[in-house]
Nanobody
Framework: QVQLVESGGGLVQPGGSLRLSCAASGTISSIGTMGWYRQAPGKQRELVAGITGDGSTNYADSLKGRFAISRDNTKNTVYLQMNNLKPEDTAVYYC???????????????WGQGTQVTVST
């Protein structure tokens, strides 16, 4: 069994910062690309940022400069540092990862349960 568990969401004022974490656990052999997506009410889920196993990153164009993704491979954890948050960043943030389980030969895609981020006064 593999699980992705997010933490770090909450309520923050405009201009504030939050750091999300997502830890993968279970019978893991290797983890490839990890990423963060978000879904605002009434909107489709969209990519926020991704990071490969060797540390290459990509971001949604509109978020470059405010958000930063990183990972700690020793902890099977990916982070999302969010700065200068705006009300339009309000959404449920989901962790995503390509994981190969022990005794399997392919990587499968897994999702976390999501963590709410609300930016409001």
């Amino acid at each position: 069994q593999v699980q992705l568990v997010e933490s770090g969401g909450g309520l923050v004022q405009p201009g504030g910062s939050l750091r999300l974490s997502c830890a993968a656990s279970g019978t893991i052999s290797s983890i490839g690309t990890m990423g963060w997506y978000r879904q605002a009410p009434g909107k489709q889920r969209e990519l926020v940022a991704g990071i490969t196993g060797d540390g290459s990153t990509n971001y949604a164009d509109s978020l470059k400069g405010r958000f930063a993704i990183s990972r700690d491979n020793t902890k099977n954890t990916v982070y999302l540092q969010m700065n200068n948050l705006k009300p339009e960043d309000t959404a449920v943030y989901y962790c995503n990862a390509d994981i190969r389980k022990i005794r399997e030969w392919v990587r499968r895609n897994y999702w976390g349960q999501g963590t709410q981020v609300t930016v409001s006064t």
